[in-house]
């Protein structure tokens, strides 16, 4: 899957209780993505998964 904004991935986990992926990126995006089932995507060509079904947040670090 391509991420919005082109934002850098800087850390991912594996969140084991809802099989969903989390990713950090450098630009304070973090993704929430769910795994796909084998019928949702064509792998024959590319891994690419266009109809990627994720939750995003943004993180804002608070100046002083």
């Known amino acids: 899957m391509k991420l919005p904004n082109d934002a850098g991935i800087n850390d991912m986990k594996w969140n084991p209780g809802d099989e969903s992926i989390i990713i950090a990126c450098d630009n304070g995006c973090v993704y929430q993505v769910r795994r796909p089932k084998p019928n949702e ?19 804002k670090i608070m100046e002083f």
């Open 41 to 59: 995507f064509d792998a024959s060509d590319s891994f690419l998964w266009e109809a990627a079904d994720y939750k995003s947040w943004t993180i």
